[in-house]
């Protein structure tokens, strides 16, 4: 079991650790102080699975979903596979903004607005112009295939996109199995009639 980071200083929590009808809630500072605001986001949020977004949010393959995370700029899209992907939303080049809204591409590419640097929906780098100079689109010290998106690592669960940014967890599926297995009779496909749409 995970040692509670929040439980370094137990004096500071006393009060909201007692029985229900003994606790109080935080103190002030935990909603105003930066420094609770930053601890709070490494260890609740971008070390455990988050919610993010709906996979309805995702009209279709090739639509991408531009949003910030507590401030990380996230995408979120459909693949060729119809998989959910979450990748940072930084060109690894110059680390450009990739996209400022939300989207459904052109093309099955994902082009940076700066230097058109391309990945595939699967965040793969594929085309790299001018790199090396004019018309020349490849360098020999450009390794392609160590050049990817940063991938977040997520989960689709009940039509909810989860992500653990810092990829420290196990499987979405194994770190929630009984939550996911209390609701396992809802986890089914909704049929309508002709008449219900």
Known sequence: MSKNPFLNNPNEYSDVLKDTIDAFGLKNNHYIKKSKFLKEKENLFFNEWSALCFSSDLSSVGYVKALKFLGLPLIVVKDKTKKIRVFQNTCRHRGMILFEKSRKLKSSLIVCPYHSWSYSLNGKLLKTPHVGGANKNHDEGIDCKNLSLFEIKCHEW?????????????????????????????NQKLYFSKDDS
Do not use: Q
């Open 158 to 186: 009940l039509g909810i996109v989860f992500i653990n940014v810092n990829k420290n967890k196990d499987r979405f599926d194994k770190v929630h199995f009984s939550l996911i297995n209390r609701w396992r009779e809802f």
